[in-house]
């Protein structure tokens, strides 16, 4: 028998009960597809179950590996083949407007493979960072294998959490949950700090204005300065 559940998991238990690993393949693979639905929070509850007996680790962790991988694989091919046009449409439903569009795409030209692998953590994210990889045509090896690292340490990291927590679930899930809305902040922090330093490089290496207009070169190929009229006998 499960011990007590917290309220987020508690209403997620007949759910699992009825369908098992069939709802926690469905519900990871679209929360690592663009749809805000709470697959991290099943993933724990089905981590729970399985260190009481219900469900086999081995099982959930390779069900969950393979749906976080397949959903963030279908997210790059919707924004390698959508893009904008699907940003443009659905975009504010995952909080993901143009603008944020084109500050994520500078950032992911540059460390995509690390926010692919990170993004897993971080509610947003997760759901958003295949999406945008496509988009900005992150290179389909580079992304795979972040993407399948990611999604590894993440249903690792949360499978961990569910099945050693026990009866201490309920204070362990609202602990992780506070610090998962601090690495929120952490790394929104360091994405404006890192768009700060390249706006300011940017500005640095821009040539002065007297600088680029130089000296204009005349239509006969002397320079203005050179064009002096002699005296006439």
């Known amino acids: 028998m499960s011990p007590p559940l917290p309220g987020p998991l508690a209403h997620l238990a007949p759910l699992l009960d009825d369908y098992g690993y069939l709802a926690v393949g469905v519900l990871v693979f679209l929360d690592n597809c663009v749809v805000p639905v709470p697959g991290q929070t099943i993933l724990v509850l089905a981590a729970v179950y ?77 759901q958003t960072n295949g999406l945008i990889a496509g988009t900005t045509e992150m290179p389909w090896r580079r992304f795979m294998l972040a ?9 690792g ?21 506070r610090y998962q809305v601090l690495l929120f902040a952490v790394l929104a922090a360091l994405v404006l700090l890192l768009a700060v330093r390249t706006w300011l490089r940017r500005r ?26 002699t005296d006439r006998p």
């Open 50 to 126: 399985a260190g009481a007996g219900q469900l086999s680790l081995p099982v959930l962790l390779l069900v969950a590996v393979l749906a976080a991988i397949a959903g963030d694989a279908l997210a790059y091919v919707i924004g390698r083949t959508g893009g904008l046009a699907f940003v443009h449409r659905w975009g504010r439903y995952v909080r993901l407007t143009p603008e944020r569009m084109e500050r994520a795409e500078s950032f992911f030209r540059r460390r995509g493979g690390l926010v692919v692998t990170g993004a897993r953590f971080v509610d947003g994210l997760r």
């Open 157 to 177: 990291v949360w499978t961990a959490v569910g099945y050693f927590a026990g009866s201490n679930i309920d204070t362990l899930y609202r602990q992780a949950v």
């Open 147 to 155: 993407n399948a690292v990611g999604a590894a340490l993440w249903a």
């Open 204 to 229: 640095r290496r821009r040539p002065p204005r007297d600088a680029v207009a130089g000296r204009i070169p005349h239509q006969n190929g002397q320079d203005e300065d050179d064009d002096v009229p």
